[in-house]
């Protein structure tokens, strides 16, 4: 088996909001839409990393019904998070769990978009003096 690509499609309660949402914030290109699905990528690149889809979309899958918020993360990884959260912070954006450094190795934020997805901004940092250490497993 040879996989070409691979995205989460989100079915959210509102294709627009969602869709302004990660266009307003995250810069990112629509890559196809239609009046009930939009693939996202990143600035000049043709590879879909997101896709965002109505609940009344016509393919009608099996599970159609809108992620409620629970269980999922997007998870955007970046190359300077304190920036970016200024940036974001200052141009008012949601912002849902604030900037800080965790232990494992990561400073982050979250936000919401306006159907519930929780989005995780991460740059990878050095963790903290052994934290890993009760992890290795011998």
């Known amino acids: 088996m040879a996989i070409v690509d691979s995205y989460p499609l989100i079915t959210v309660t509102n294709l627009q909001a969602s869709r302004e949402f990660f266009v307003r ?8 839409e239609a009046s009930w699905v939009v693939m996202f990528a990143r ?3 043709g590879s879909i990393m997101l896709g965002l889809m109505s609940r009344d979309h016509p393919s009608t899958p099996p599970g159609p019904e809108p992620f409620d918020g629970l269980g999922m993360i997007v998870t955007v990884q ?3 998070a304190r ?16 900037l800080s450094d965790c232990p494992w190795g990561q400073r982050r934020f979250m936000l919401r978009d306006p159907s519930n997805v929780l989005v995780d901004v991460v740059e990878q940092i050095e963790p903290a003096p052994g934290f890993w250490d009760a992890y290795a497993g011998a």
């Open 78 to 80: 970046v190359d300077d």
């Open 25 to 32: 914030w995250f810069e990112l290109e629509p890559l196809f």
């Open 43 to 45: 600035p000049g690149q």
């Open 83 to 98: 920036a970016i959260h200024a940036r974001l912070q200052a141009a008012g954006a949601p912002i849902h769990h604030p």
